[in-house]
């Protein structure tokens, strides 16, 4: 079994989507935007100029949704490492937005290092949605040559991702940058009137929060001949640890954000817990889990519990519950919520586009010279998720402390990437067995 301490060896890759590619995804991105219409308008300033890092479908999504915020944003550059990616993307903006899309063929950027074209192009605003192994990396030259950035969730696959991706966002904050995460959920109306009412302190003081994210299998890529064993991984990214961060950090780390933020983002002192590879087996699969659940303990004795499962055939869930000395609220995230005890509330207020909404706060943020920073909560979201999966993988108890100061670094270094080195998947972790500390 392969130490997981640190598994840098000499090799390297990089990306690919975040659904399925192209005009399907970005239909479906762009139907939602047409229904909402358009965000704040600011005739009186001048062009935003906006570059898309990672044109999978997230990618495809997040620059519609940033030309529809700002009536005078254009896209003018896109990167990927893959060209099928980029001509998809760029086909299904291009159809959606129009005139706001004036990427010339020369900034159209293609490679390992296509992201540094991208910032260095002379674009305004950095929309970040690479697979989450290149963030941190990626983040930190964005904000380094001063622009706005929009990172999608995760942030990082380890602990040194996390340390730079905090530093970065410090550096957003002295120079006044705005720094937008992908944690959707937090910009839902639902979501937003719910949390609103449990820090009024509706439920009382919380004593646990609970939270499931149960769902089905995910896309995968037939290998293709002449692909690589790097491409075959950075087209199917997901299951690799190495280029995900595994499940609970790719897709479950929406329902631990969603903790934190009831929690008042505080960190937890430790946590403990399970995880196992049972039904989704097959090579196709790469190394990652199937399912966690994992116990989060906070100072006062507070918990937090995850459950997460990507299994075909199962029953899908995704839910928050929290639960005070005077009440319990009951989320279904950008969908319902109530809560019962000395007061009941339910939710009946106009819904909204939580995509939509956070790019239409980013921007009027940049117009207006008021800075958001969402740096160091997104990045303690991304770690609380790391933890989940240090503690699955090895079957310890491990404190936040040993975690976020461990020197676990889990794929290649940044400046290593090619599609010519080999990086070796490491095999499925076993509990009691995988280590994820230095002993």
Same mark, same amino acid.
């Given at each position: ?224 001949? $002449?692909?690589?064993?790097?491409? !075959? =991984?950075?087209?199917?990214? #997901?299951?690799? %640890?190495?280029?995900?961060? /595994? ?101 009946? $207020?106009?819904?909204?586009?939580? !995509? =939509?909404?956070?790019?239409? #706060?980013?921007? %009027?943020?940049?117009?207006? /010279? ?70």
């Amino acid at each position: 079994m392969q130490d997981q301490t640190n598994k840098k060896t000499n090799n390297p890759g990089r990306r690919t989507f975040i659904k399925t590619a192209g005009t399907t995804l970005a239909a479906t991105a762009v139907g939602m935007n047409m229904a909402y219409g358009r965000g704040p308008s600011a005739e009186e300033d001048g062009i935003l100029k906006v570059g898309l890092i990672g044109c999978g479908g997230r990618g495809t999504g997040a620059a519609v949704q940033a030309l529809t915020a700002d009536s005078k944003t254009r896209l003018t550059a896109m990167g990927d490492v893959f060209e099928d990616h980029l001509n998809q993307s760029y086909s299904a903006i291009k159809e959606e937005m129009g005139d706001q899309v004036t990427v010339a063929d020369s900034h159209k950027f293609i490679g390992f290092d296509a992201y540094q074209k991208v910032i260095d192009s002379g674009v305004d605003v950095v929309l970040l949605t690479t697979p989450p192994v290149f963030r941190p990396g990626q983040f930190e030259a964005a904000i380094a040559a001063g622009k706005h950035v929009f990172c999608e969730k995760p942030m990082a696959v380890d602990p040194a991702g996390v340390r730079k991706v905090l530093k970065a966002a410090q550096t957003a904050k002295e120079k006044r940058l705005s720094v937008l995460a992908g944690f959707c959920y937090r910009y839902d109306a639902v979501n937003m009137a719910a949390y609103e009412q449990i820090h009024q302190g509706i439920v009382g003081d919380i004593h646990c929060v609970t939270t499931k994210r149960f769902g089905g299998e995910l896309w995968s890529k037939p290998r293709q001949p $002449g692909w690589s064993d790097m491409e !075959y =991984q950075l087209r199917n990214w #997901l299951y690799y %640890d190495w280029l995900s961060g /595994d499940f609970i950090t790719e897709q479950a780390v929406h329902s631990l954000d969603l903790m934190a933020w009831a929690l008042g983002d505080r960190v937890p002192v430790k946590a403990i817990g399970t995880g196992g590879r049972q039904k989704r087996v097959d090579p196709i699969y790469g190394n990652i889990y199937d399912h966690f659940a994992i116990e989060y303990e906070y100072e006062d004795g507070v918990k937090g519990i995850h459950m997460c499962r990507q299994q075909s055939g199962t029953k899908g869930s995704n839910t928050v519950d929290v639960f005070g000395t005077k009440g319990h609220a009951y989320v279904k995230p950008a969908a319902e919520a109530r809560i019962s005890g000395q007061q009941n509330w339910q939710f009946e $207020g106009q819904r909204n586009n939580m !995509y =939509q909404h956070e790019h239409d #706060l980013f921007f %009027d943020a940049i117009r207006k /010279d008021k800075p958001m920073n969402d740096g160091v909560w997104m990045a303690h979201s991304s770690m609380l998720a790391i933890l989940g999966r240090m503690v699955g993988y090895s079957g310890q108890e491990i404190s936040w402390e040993q975690a976020m100061n461990s020197d676990m670094h889990i794929g290649p270094d940044f400046e290593d990437y090619a599609f010519d080195l080999q990086w070796p998947m490491s095999p499925v972790p076993v509990p009691g067995k995988t280590k994820v500390l230095k002993s």
